[in-house]
């Protein structure tokens, strides 16, 4: 009998940014973890990473390596499946699963002038293409 893979967990903003460093620096210890998120937040303790990291693990938003005395974490989900994901919930429950308002939303107050030239720039590559909107 063949299961659905399992849909990835929804990450807390903290389990977010946690996250963001893994994805950026590859499998990685608490410390390098830790080590990366004090440029940000210079008094974040090294016990929240580790007992964070953990939770994360736990939930399934980590996988642990345990063969090495410094346990490796790495993201069990890749980037862009979890921020799929994370995009399809919030579509569904702030914009009544319209793709379209959501976008207006964001192009009303949320994207700089040259963020916007680039998303003209996109839609004009995708009306060359022929494809579908």
């Known amino acids: 009998m063949s299961r659905k893979p399992a849909k990835p967990p929804k990450p807390t903003a903290a389990e977010l940014d946690l996250l963001r460093v ?12 830790h080590h990366a998120r004090l440029a940000e937040v210079p008094d974040l303790a090294y ?4 007992r964070l990291m953990q ?23 890749a980037q862009d499946a979890l921020q799929t994901n994370l995009l399809r919930d919030l579509i569904q429950k702030a914009f009544s699963g319209s793709g379209k308002d959501l976008v207006l939303a964001a192009l009303s107050s949320h994207v700089t002038d040259k963020e916007r030239d680039e998303i003209r720039q996109l839609l004009k590559q995708d009306a060359g293409k022929g494809e579908p909107r």
């Open 22 to 33: 893994i994805w950026k620096l590859g499998p990685s210890t608490v410390k390098d973890v």
């Open 47 to 50: 016990a929240n990473v580790l």
């Open 55 to 77: 939770v994360m693990h736990g939930k399934g938003l980590l996988i642990r390596d345990e063969s090495q005395r410094s346990h490796v974490y790495a993201a069990a989900h």
